[in-house]
């Protein structure tokens, strides 16, 4: 099975600063990486998918990075919205998640 | 519009079996591979089971393997989780969820599971 592990498990930032977030496979995934962000009570939202690609209405501080087993998730400039915790998702050999990282305000 | 709406959760004491259901609506459901994925409280993200459109494929976490099954009705545009000796550890928001280009983009609102005497 594939293990995902995400760092750091928690972020915390303010309005305005640049944030990013790592997924690391325990073997490569080539670029079957997506990334999901969850707000409390709510279903998971996608991102990126394909390691960087933006999914249709995504705003565009949200960015991708990465293959084989190494991945980032870098948000430009963090919005008010975007306080979350975010997800890794390997889809290369079925699905899994990483542990995820809640970025909460600093 | 896509709507899917999960149902059948509740308590159930450990050792006990429960079914959950996942009505679809929008969308052509026999086209589309479904999941279960489910979120234990204050914990991360664990997918269970995947189901191919036509029911040929079915997939397991090895976690579930065994203890759930999951099924489809495309005449009935549901979908459905059967959860057996069940445990405390299983206690958690169970999601279903539409797979479109081998991802999860559209979840249900989730049912919540609870395991406990």
Redesign the interface.
Known sequence: DIQMTQSPSTLSASVGDRVTITCRASQSISSWLAWYQQKPGKAPKLLIYKASTLESGVPSRFSGYGSGTEFTLTISSLQPDDFATYYCQQYNSLWTFGQGTKVEIK | EVQLVESGGGLVQPGGSLRLSCAASGFTFSNYEM?WVRQAPGK????LS?ISGNDNNR?Y??SVKGRFSISRDNAQNSLYLQMNSLRAEDTAVY?CAKVV?????F????TLVTVSS
Do not use: I, M
């Open positions: 999941n991360g993200l664990e997918w995947y997939y976490a090895d999601y280009a081998q991802l999860p983009r979840w249900g609102q989730g």
